[in-house]
């Protein structure tokens, strides 16, 4: 099964796209995959502190040993 794919189009700083290019050459990566899963994780990290965040405020319940 293939993913859907779609484009994306952004303006970056030269020298910030000079790095892109430079790490990703010196890793045998492809730029799109990098920036893909770049703003993948970003994003799931985010949700995460956001969930952990939430969980800070809830109330908490005391496990009792059996036996």
């Avoid at 779609?6 to 990098?34: P, Q, V």
């Avoid at 893909?36 to 908490?60: C, L, Q």
């Amino acid at each position: 099964m293939t993913e859907q794919m779609a484009n994306f189009s952004t303006t970056l700083r030269k020298e910030t796209k000079d790095l892109l290019e430079r790490y990703c050459k010196a890793r045998g990566i492809r730029m799109n995959h990098f920036v893909d899963v770049a703003i993948f994780e970003k994003i799931e990290d985010e949700m995460d502190s956001e969930i952990i965040g939430n969980r800070e405020f809830e109330k908490t319940v005391e496990w009792k040993k059996n036996g």
